[in-house]
């Protein structure tokens, strides 16, 4: 199973909007409306941000958001703040118990 | 509250053993899938393995398929991995999820793994 396409790298100024990309397949991203999206800050472990697509765990802000149209699905963070810093990485169910990441996505906040 | 305590990890040589466990707390264990993912040294994440609920069916991502094992006592609430000829590139952080159809809401510590002789 290939991993998801990701852009290496965003960025954005504080109080912008950023969105980052996740390309797949019908057999993953576009045949599931199981997609999720992690943030990981250095040293620590991943936190779940979206799951099934556009759904936010409790705590999660609502600046962080997720859509998916086709075989793409993408993470959108509005008014960015300097915490946001972080790797970003989706994640795709593709059947029979089987998850597929994609490769991970830097924020930088300007 | 939901807690995943994963352990086991350590250093080992080119073609050795270790087993991984993740005992869990604060929700219906037998309920739920489990998986392993890791994380190479600067690298992305990867799926290792999952488990379903009842333990009756599991998946392996191509790196790992035919050296490691996925198991879960319920009895226990633990989950584990039984990692056999390891190799320099499995090499990782191993974290143990509680894992949905949509995404793993819960992660462990994580247990670092290094491969050397």
């Known amino acids: 199973q290939s991993a998801l396409t990701q852009p290496r790298s965003v960025s954005g100024s504080p109080g912008q909007s950023v969105t980052i990309s996740c390309t797949g397949t019908?057999?993953?991203?576009?045949?599931?409306?199981?997609v999720s999206w992690y943030q990981q800050h250095p040293g620590k472990a991943p936190k779940l941000l979206i799951y099934?697509?556009?759904r936010r765990p409790s705590g999660v802000p609502d600046r962080f958001s997720g859509s998916k149209s086709g075989n793409t699905a993408s993470l959108t963070i509005s008014g960015l703040q300097a915490d946001d810093e972080a790797d970003y990485y989706c994640c795709s169910y593709v059947g029979s118990y089987t998850w597929v990441f994609g490769g991970g996505t830097k924020l930088t906040a300007l | 509250e939901v807690q995943l305590l994963d352990s086991g990890g350590g250093l080992v040589q080119p073609g050795g053993s270790l087993r991984l466990s993740c005992v869990a707390s604060g929700f219906t264990f037998s309920t739920y899938a489990m998986s392993w993912v890791r994380q190479a040294p600067g690298k992305g994440l990867e799926c290792v393995s999952s488990?379903?609920?009842?333990?009756?069916?599991?998946s392996y991502a191509d790196s790992v398929k035919g050296r490691f094992t996925i198991s879960r006592d319920n009895s226990k609430n633990t989950l584990y991995l039984q990692m056999n000829s390891l190799r320099a590139e499995d090499a990782a952080v191993y974290y143990c999820v509680k894992t949905l159809y949509g995404g793993g809401d819960y992660w462990g510590q994580g247990t670092l793994v290094t491969v050397s002789s």
């Open positions: 488990i379903s609920g009842n333990a009756g069916t599991t």
């Open positions: 099934d697509v556009n």
């Open positions: 019908s057999r993953d991203v576009g045949g599931y409306n199981y």
